[in-house]
């Protein structure tokens, strides 16, 4: 049995929280938000726990999860040092959608990090997240709370059509923020590397630190086998993706015309659209599930991952989509989603 929680989101009770803590503390499953999607946590130095998490999600155990933790000196145990570049990303961007990787210590079981020689930690900034750490006292091991290969999840009812009868507690605090996961940035090696985009980008982080640089699409195997969870399996709906790239004209006219011959195929085909894009596809007899204004970023990479679910259930035979133009710290998190969610049918 899995039981919910609902917490006021900005002012989260306190015996709900301890409840919660307790269970984690105990090496229970529990689902939280976080300012960027809903985690799962686990006591992450209880390696049975730590494994019912991978169970649970039916996740890979190549694939090292991120752990959470209140505050940058609660991570000192277990990492091998804390470098000046981690201690000023840290301190502009923490608690934030921000995940470090570092050097790990012994402590920190093979089990968490997929047998790697180092560590993802992140400081949270949710009000949930943050009294649910700060209450359990120890380091607290998240991945996105959905099933391997599905979209993250970012409210409590994406968890539970996940998870339900998995995990022992979901703490419901709505609707999650940002809406992609945190920014993933390798410092345990000379140049610091951005591994998965999301909402802090380069042009941020290079304020702090100029010297950060993009993993490039299509860069050397090794990069890509340091950060397994960015393989193109994941983020992806059930319903196969095509996703038009280049000026919003050409995408849309390529998608249009893609549509029209679909639907005269007879195939079920939904367009995930743009607020812009929608009076202009009404006639074409595609099923429409709306993402939000391609002018406000922000929206769209809140409501994505909603969308495609959205899109899922209606069981069509293929989901269209143009990939986002507006320039924003955003769009680079949310090409990279829809471009990982529409590999998905090059994946055998
Ligand atoms: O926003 C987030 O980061 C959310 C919330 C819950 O905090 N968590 C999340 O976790 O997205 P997950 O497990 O879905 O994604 C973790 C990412 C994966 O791409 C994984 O490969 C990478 O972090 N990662 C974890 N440990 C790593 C390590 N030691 N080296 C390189 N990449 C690592
Ligand atoms: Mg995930």
Same mark, same amino acid.
């Given at each position: 049995m899995t039981d919910v929680l609902k917490v006021d989101p900005a002012h989260p009770d306190t015996e709900l929280i301890a409840r919660a803590a307790e269970c984690l503390r105990a090496?229970?499953?529990?689902?939280?938000?976080?300012e960027t999607v809903y985690g799962l946590g686990a006591h992450a130095l209880d390696r049975s726990a730590v494994l019912r998490l991978f169970a649970a999600k039916?996740?890979?155990?190549?694939?090292?999860?991120?752990?959470? /933790?209140?505050?940058?000196?609660?991570?000192?145990?277990?990492?091998?040092?804390?470098?000046?570049?981690?201690?000023?990303?840290?301190?502009?961007?923490w608690p934030g959608p921000l995940t470090l990787v570092l050097k790990r210590s012994?402590?920190?079981?093979?089990?968490?990090?997929?047998?790697?020689?180092?560590?993802?930690?992140?400081?949270?900034?949710?009000?949930?997240?943050?009294?649910?750490?700060?209450?359990?006292?120890?380091?607290?091991?998240?991945?996105?709370?959905?099933?391997?290969?599905?979209?993250?999840?970012?409210?409590a009812a994406h968890v539970i059509a996940d998870l339900d009868g998995r995990i022992d507690l979901i703490v419901d605090g709505g609707a999650t923020d940002v809406g992609l996961e945190?920014?993933?940035?390798?410092?345990?090696e000379d140049v610091p590397t951005i591994l998965r985009p999301g909402a802090i980008d380069l042009d941020a982080l290079r304020h702090v630190e100029p010297g950060v640089?993009?993993?490039?699409?299509?860069?050397?195997?090794?990069?890509?086998?340091?950060?397994?969870?960015?393989?193109?399996?994941?983020?992806?709906?059930?319903?196969?993706? /095509?996703?038009?790239?280049?000026?919003?004209?050409?995408?849309?006219?390529?998608?249009?015309?893609?549509?029209?011959?679909?639907?005269?195929?007879?195939?079920?085909? /939904?367009?995930?659209?743009?607020?812009?894009?929608?009076?202009?596809?009404?006639?074409?007899?595609?099923?429409?599930?709306?993402v939000g204004a391609e002018g406000n970023p922000a929206a769209v990479a809140a409501r994505l991952y909603?969308?495609?679910?959205?899109?899922?259930?209606?069981?069509?035979?293929?989901?269209?989509?143009?990939?986002?133009t507006a320039s924003h710290p955003l769009s680079g998190a949310i090409q990279d989603r829809l471009r990982r969610s529409a590999a998905l049918i090059q994946d055998p």
């Open positions: 090496g229970g499953l529990v689902a939280f938000p976080t039916e996740r890979p155990a190549n694939d090292p999860l991120i752990v959470h /933790v209140a505050t940058l000196e609660a991570a000192a145990p277990l990492v091998e040092e804390i470098p000046p570049t981690a201690r000023a990303l840290a301190a502009r961007f012994a402590r920190v079981p093979g089990e968490v990090t997929a047998g790697l020689a180092t560590v993802a930690i992140r400081v949270p900034s949710h009000p949930v997240a943050r009294a649910l750490l700060e209450q359990a006292r120890i380091p607290v091991a998240a991945p996105s709370a959905n099933l391997f290969s599905r979209p993250s999840p970012t409210r945190s920014t993933v940035v390798d410092l345990s640089v993009s993993r490039r699409a299509g860069a050397s195997q090794p990069a890509a086998f340091a950060s397994p969870g960015m393989l193109p399996k994941h983020y992806s709906p059930r319903t196969p993706v /095509v996703l038009y790239e280049g000026t919003r004209e050409t995408a849309l006219a390529r998608l249009h015309s893609d549509a029209q011959q679909r639907v005269g195929r007879g195939e079920s085909v /939904v367009v995930l659209s743009y607020t812009e894009d929608v009076s202009g596809l009404r006639h074409l007899g595609v099923r429409i599930v709306e909603d969308a495609l679910r959205e899109c899922d259930e209606l069981g069509a035979s293929t989901i269209l989509v143009r990939n986002i």
